[in-house]
């Protein structure tokens, strides 16, 4: 099987049971340090929700992305352009950015929007400022083709995905490989993210367990993005809340004035 990341040889390093009953291999790419899947039959099962039920830590981890993102933001971008959530979800992250003050978007093909409806975008003409992609790289089948299609809309990407350790962990010791939901196929090391952020041309900033930053323009010191994530949370969020407008009754006012004059309340951006 071929590396989906730099399609050199993988070779078949342990297998483990999805779901509670298909034994699964699972190949690993000495060259890119990449780790992935046998070819997932079993995803339609998997997202028989879009969510996993046992994603109990949804809401405080959307909670968490949403200071450390509008940190990022305030400090290193643009914080008055437009933004796009990537692999949306129902619209969490979307709803919480938006309500401290970033004009925040959402796209998500394999999810429905409850949360930031009116706020969708299904075109990849418009282009953003930044695209955000919070615990989605491990659901990708075909990880390159994603990671291109978030490049339509920016040139920068804000992510988070756990790192595999330099010790690559058996089935049952690391929770990461999320068995039991049957949707972690694709699994990444700092190795990986070096060689995509190299094939594209891309400066990569990391802390190195969980939270990545691809730039195409501009090249952003790590050490200043590992200090905002630091800083984050010791207050620095509140800083910058207390500097933005947030959108919340403004968004209720365009949501109504759509309802009144019979428009469906989806503003394609």
Same mark, same amino acid.
């Given at each position: 099987?071929?590396?989906?990341?730099?399609?050199?040889?993988?070779?078949?390093?342990?297998?483990?049971?999805?779901?509670?009953?298909?034994?699964?291999?699972?190949?690993?790419?000495?060259?890119?340090?990449?780790?992935?899947?046998?070819? *997932?039959?079993?995803?339609?099962?998997?997202?028989?929700?879009?969510?996993?039920?046992?994603?109990?830590?949804?809401?405080? &981890?959307?909670?968490?992305?949403?200071?450390? /993102?509008?940190?990022?933001?305030?400090?290193?971008?643009?914080?008055?352009?437009?933004?796009?959530?990537?692999?949306?979800?129902?619209?969490?992250?979307?709803?919480?950015? &938006?309500?401290?003050?970033?004009?925040?978007?959402?796209?998500? *093909?394999? @999810?429905?929007?409850?949360?930031?409806?009116?706020?969708?975008? %299904?075109?990849?003409?418009?282009?953003?400022?930044?695209? /955000?992609?919070?615990?989605?790289?491990?659901?990708?089948?075909?990880?390159?083709?994603?990671?291109?299609?978030?490049?339509?809309?920016?040139?920068?990407?804000?992510?988070?995905?756990?790192?595999? *350790?330099?010790?690559? *962990?058996?089935?049952?010791?690391?929770?990461?490989?999320?068995?039991?939901?049957?949707?972690?196929?694709?699994?990444? @090391?700092?190795? /990986?993210?070096?060689?995509?952020?190299?094939?594209?041309?891309?400066?990569?900033?990391?802390?190195?367990?969980?939270?990545?930053?691809?730039?195409?323009?501009? %090249?952003? $010191?790590?050490?200043?993005? $590992?200090?905002?994530?630091?800083?984050? &949370?010791?207050?620095?969020?509140?800083?910058?809340? &207390?500097?933005?407008?947030?959108?919340?009754?403004?968004?209720?006012?365009?949501?109504?004035?759509?309802?009144?004059?019979?428009?469906? $309340?989806?503003?394609?951006?």
């Amino acid at each position: 099987m071929n590396c989906k990341i730099c399609n050199h040889k993988t070779k078949n390093i342990f297998s483990a049971k999805i779901l509670n009953k298909y034994n699964v291999k699972y190949y690993y790419c000495d060259y890119c340090g990449f780790l992935q899947t046998e070819e *997932p039959y079993w995803l339609k099962e998997a997202y028989s929700d879009s969510i996993s039920i046992a994603d109990t830590g949804i809401m405080s &981890r959307n909670m968490g992305n949403s200071k450390i /993102t509008a940190v990022v933001l305030y400090f290193l971008f643009n914080k008055f352009n437009k933004f796009l959530d990537f692999g949306g979800g129902y619209g969490i992250f979307t709803r919480l950015m &938006r309500d401290i003050g970033f004009d925040f978007y959402w796209y998500d *093909p394999h @999810s429905i929007n409850l949360l930031a409806r009116g706020f969708e975008t %299904k075109s990849k003409d418009c282009k953003y400022e930044l695209v /955000t992609a919070f615990e989605v790289f491990e659901h990708f089948d075909e990880p390159i083709k994603e990671i291109e299609s978030m490049m339509q809309f920016s040139d920068n990407i804000l992510l988070s995905t756990e790192l595999l *350790p330099h010790v690559l *962990p058996k089935p049952e010791k690391w929770w990461y490989y999320a068995l039991e939901g049957g949707q972690h196929i694709s699994f990444y @090391s700092y190795k /990986t993210l070096k060689y995509i952020a190299k094939k594209y041309n891309m400066n990569l900033c990391s802390n190195g367990r969980n939270y990545h930053l691809f730039t195409k323009n501009r %090249k952003i $010191n790590n050490k200043i993005f $590992n200090l905002l994530l630091k800083f984050q &949370r010791f207050g620095l969020f509140f800083y910058v809340k &207390r500097k933005m407008e947030s959108l919340t009754f403004e968004d209720m006012n365009f949501i109504i004035s759509k309802t009144k004059k019979g428009v469906n $309340n989806e503003n394609t951006i």
